[in-house]
Nanobody
Framework: QVLLVESGGGLVQSVGSLRLSCAASGRTFSTHGMGWFRQAPGKEREFVAAIAWSGGSTRYADSVKGRFTISRDNGKNTVYLQMNSLKPEDTALYYC???????????????????WGQGTQVTVSS
C-alpha cells in the first residue's frame, strides 16, 4: 500500500512558476514508477509527466514539454513537478500516481497506475 499526498498548488499568474510535491508513504517508493496527471473541469483526466523507478527515464505530454520537469528523490520518498511558463490552460487539479511495476520507460496510461493522491489545485490567471 502506498499513500500519496500532493502539495504546492495555488494561484499563479500566466508565465509564472510552481513546484508541486508528492510525498509517498511506505518503503517501496523507490521501486515504483511515478506520474503526474491533471483534470480540468468538464474534461478527462490526462497524462502530464512520468518518471521511472530509478529516475533515469522520463516522459512528458506534448503540451508540457520544455516547460515542466519531473524529478524524484528516493531518499525523501518524494516526486516533484517543476512547472514553468505556466499558461491559463494548465489550470487543473493535479494528481500524483504510483505504478507498482518497474516499467522503463514509465507508463503514460492512467489505468496502469495503482495508487492515487487526492490532488492539488493549480490555477493560472491570464
Amino acid at each position: 500500500q502506498v499513500l500519496l499526498v500532493e502539495s504546492g498548488g495555488g494561484l499563479v499568474q500566466s508565465v509564472g512558476s510552481l513546484r508541486l510535491s508528492c510525498a509517498a508513504s511506505g518503503r517501496t517508493f523507490s521501486t515504483h514508477g511515478m506520474g503526474w496527471f491533471r483534470q480540468a473541469p468538464g474534461k478527462e483526466r490526462e497524462f502530464v509527466a512520468a518518471i521511472a523507478w530509478s529516475g533515469g527515464s522520463t516522459r512528458y505530454a506534448d503540451s508540457v514539454k520544455g516547460r515542466f520537469t519531473i524529478s524524484r528523490d528516493n531518499g525523501k520518498n518524494t516526486v516533484y513537478l517543476q512547472m514553468n511558463s505556466l499558461k491559463p490552460e494548465d489550470t487543473a487539479l493535479y494528481y500524483c500516481a504510483a505504478d507498482s511495476t518497474r516499467r522503463v520507460p514509465p507508463t503514460m496510461l492512467r489505468y496502469q497506475y495503482d495508487y492515487w493522491g487526492q490532488g492539488t489545485q493549480v490555477t493560472v490567471s491570464s
